[in-house]
């Protein structure tokens, strides 16, 4: 069974850090490419980051390009997020998937809350 599971958000205020991690299990991990998306109240879900399966090449979105960092760790099939100077508009629920652009519909797990205080 396919199986991603997201860790690591909480409360933090403006400026601060956090890292998420992404623990994958049921597939071959090395072969896929693991992306970060987001959703705040009110909108839709988002691309925050995504880094390949090959070459470790990264995307990020501009609103946070400077400020987040993926990295991936093949032996421990987990992908990270390091979050820095977080923004009150960061705050929403943080989800990875084995997919840059992921076909919808997609089996979203549970999400992980990261909320910043002003």
């Known amino acids: 069974e396919v199986q991603l599971v997201e860790s690591g958000g909480g409360l933090v205020q403006a400026g601060g850090s956090l890292r998420l991690s992404c623990a994958a299990s049921?597939?071959?991990?090395?072969?896929?490419?693991i992306g970060w998306f987001r959703q705040a109240p009110g909108k839709e879900r988002e691309g925050v980051s995504c880094?390949?399966?090959?070459?470790?090449?990264?995307y990020y979105a501009d609103s946070v390009k400077g400020r987040f960092t993926i990295s991936r760790d093949n032996a421990k099939n987990t992908v990270y997020l390091q979050m820095n100077s977080l923004k009150p508009e960061d705050t929403a629920v943080y989800y990875c998937?084995?997919?840059?652009?992921?076909?919808?519909?997609?089996?979203w797990g549970q999400g992980t809350q990261v909320t910043v205080s002003s």
């Open positions: 998937a084995a997919d840059c652009v992921p076909n919808d519909p997609y089996p």
């Open positions: 049921g597939f071959t991990f090395d072969d896929y490419a």
């Open positions: 880094i390949s399966s090959s070459d470790g090449s990264t």
